[in-house]
């Protein structure tokens, strides 16, 4: 387990965590921002059963991650129960934000826990989410809440396995060119809310999710108060 509780704003390059995990506590502890489009931020490979944890150095605050993610498992085998296997990026603290662009392989987990009841965790994804083969996709792990904010265009599919995913963009359950399936298993849910008034002119405006096989499994979320699905606004499914 590595600790990076400083920035580290001379370093570029990309990044690699092959085993274990890396516990980030600055949003450039992994390397400085490149000024420029998304695209050409460095970036951070979480191989298979490794992981990369955000946990803010003073409680409470907000952490925004620029480089972009190529990710791969589940996430890694950890001595606390809560965190075992629960993400190969896993938000622990802080109402933290992904502007990275995700570059998926095979079934991804996200991870977002409580891991302190007196600090709240939530995570919001703005970058595109992607992954060229069919089995490419995502599985939502942990308690808390993620926001999906940007584009998805992989075929493999949602699963929220637990705690809640809201949806803000037409495509954040993946791509709509052809059917993909969203699986909620029984203690988690869907929120269908707003989109995000960036990516629509400055106005709140619905969403429209198409070509998804919904899978709806038990009552919804007890800790959020959601049902299965829970749609927030104006939205068309």
């Known amino acids: ?27 450039n502890a992994l390397g400085g921002p490149v000024i420029g489009v998304q695209e050409i931020q460095p970036t951070v490979t979480v191989d298979n059963e490794a992981a990369l944890h955000l946990k803010p150095f003073n409680p409470g605050t907000s952490m925004p991650f620029s480089p972009n993610l190529a990710l791969t498992g589940v996430g890694v085998q950890h001595p606390y129960e809560k965190l075992d296997f629960n993400g190969a990026i896993e938000n622990l603290a802080g109402i933290n934000t992904l502007k990275s662009n995700i570059f998926l392989t095979g079934q991804v987990g996200i991870g977002v826990e409580l891991v302190n009841p007196s600090v709240a965790s939530d995570l919001t994804l703005k970058g595109e989410q992607s992954g060229p083969q069919a089995q490419d996709g995502m599985i939502k792990l942990g308690s ?11 075929f493999g599919g949602l699963e929220i396995r637990e705690g ?11 791509t709509d060119r052809s059917t993909v399936t969203t699986t909620v298993q029984a ?11 960036e990516l629509n002119g400055g106005l709140d405006s619905g969403i429209s999710v198409w070509n998804n096989h919904l899978v709806l499994n038990g009552t919804g979320n007890s800790e959020f108060g959601d049902a299965a699905l829970v749609v927030l606004s104006e939205d068309v499914l």
């Not at 387990?1 to 001379?10: F, T």
């Not at 808390?144 to 992989?154: D, F, H, S, V, W």
């Not at 203690?187 to 008034?197: I, K, N, R, T």
């Open 164 to 174: 809640v995913v809201r949806a803000l963009n037409n495509t954040s359950l993946g």
């Open 1 to 27: 387990h590595l600790i990076l509780p400083n920035a580290n704003n001379s370093f570029f390059g990309p990044t690699d965590i092959k085993q274990g995990w890396i516990t980030i506590q600055d949003p």
């Open 144 to 154: 808390q809440r993620l926001n999906i904010e940007g584009p998805g265009t992989y």
């Open 187 to 197: 203690g988690a849910a869907l929120e269908l809310a707003p989109q995000a008034s």
